[in-house]
């Protein structure tokens, strides 16, 4: 994170930043990242209220310059899987100047994928203030471990699995991590399908 993201998202933490979208309940798990492709900055929250609200808030910036506004949407994270409601939890973001990518885990179910146009939808999407539009999505079952995503320049979005060592109380990637990518054409269509393989990782 960037020092100009850092600052961003250290503010987001006031509850004020998302009064657009009426928050009653607690803001937390902030995450920023620069568009240098189109020249926005990205922010979100994960948000959970009593009655088993929870949602991640995102935020797009009109330009380059934060102090010119932004559009606000709320992601629903409220999700019921194998007939449990879930809640999102440590979401995390990514970009690649097409769409944005969140993941997050949704409890014992699993890790829950995004996928969000920047201009698909009504009104222009997100990016143009318009509808939020998630255009494929998808679950890693929990015994698949807990994914990350980072956004390749190569036309793919690769989620990276991890593992948590309990007893060095951080996260550790494990030596031969699962990569998922998504095919961007497919995804943007709605066919896109989460993609399994290997690569080896250094171990730490």
């Avoid at 009653?24 to 240098?36: A, H, K, N």
């Avoid at 999407?125 to 015994?143: D, K």
Wanted: one cysteine or more.
């Amino acid at each position: 994170m960037d020092e100009s993201c850092r600052r961003i998202a250290n503010g987001a933490i006031d509850l004020h930043f998302f009064s657009s979208l009426s928050p009653t309940g607690g803001l937390y798990d902030q995450r920023c990242v620069y568009d240098p492709i189109n020249q926005r900055y990205i922010v979100i929250m994960e948000y959970g209220a009593s009655g088993g609200v929870s949602a991640i808030d995102i935020a797009v910036s009109k330009d380059a310059n934060p102090n010119d506004g932004w559009y606000f949407a709320s992601l629903n994270t409220a999700l019921t899987i194998n007939n449990q409601l879930t809640a999102s939890d440590r979401p995390m973001l990514s970009v690649d100047g097409t769409n944005i990518y969140i993941t997050a885990t949704q409890g014992s179910a699993g890790t829950e994928c995004w996928v969000i146009g920047d201009t698909a939808g009504a009104g222009g999407g997100i990016y143009n203030g318009g509808t939020l539009t998630v255009t494929a999505n998808q679950l890693a079952p929990s015994r698949q471990g807990v994914f990350s995503v980072v956004a390749g320049n190569n036309g793919k979005t690769y989620y990276a699995l991890k593992t948590i060592m309990v007893t060095m109380i951080a996260w550790r990637i494990v030596g031969l991590a699962v990569v998922a990518g998504y095919d961007r054409e497919n995804a943007l269509s709605g066919r896109g399908e989460l993609v399994r393989v290997t690569v080896s990782v250094p171990p730490l």
